[in-house]
């Protein structure tokens, strides 16, 4: 069984800085692309940030030049630093996974329970 658990997430200041973590456990086989996305109350789901195995990124527009991600693949994790954080930038933030796990051959997509971020005017 694979499981992505998400921590870091809280309360913060517009202009203040959040580090939010993504860890994959279980029976994993191999991790691929690893992502950030985020809902706010009201709204769809969006993609915030993207990273491959190989440490290719991509970020939404909103959040270019603030939000960084980053990985540790030997630790199996993801991570999202926010800065410049906005009140916009308020909602549940979730992290997404491929993974292969170590039975079977097709990779799968995992979410995380998500972790709010709310940020304060």
């Known amino acids: 069984q694979v499981q992505l658990v998400e921590s870091g997430g809280g309360l913060v200041q517009a202009g203040g800085s959040l580090t939010l973590s993504c860890a994959a456990s279980?029976?994993?086989?191999?991790?691929?692309?690893m992502a950030w996305y985020r809902q706010a109350p009201g709204k769809q789901r969006e993609l915030v940030a993207t990273i491959t195995r190989g440490g290719n990124t991509n970020y939404a527009d909103s959040v270019k030049g603030r939000f960084t991600i980053s990985r540790d693949n030997a630790k199996n994790t993801v991570i999202l630093q926010l800065s410049s954080l906005k009140p916009e930038d308020t909602a549940v933030y979730y992290c997404?996974?491929?993974?292969?796990?170590?039975?079977?051959?097709?990779?799968?997509?995992?979410w995380g329970q998500g972790t709010q971020v709310t940020v304060s005017s």
């Open positions: 279980g029976s994993i086989f191999s991790i691929y692309t």
């Open positions: 997404n996974a491929a993974i292969q796990p170590r039975t079977g051959s097709l990779v799968w997509s995992y």
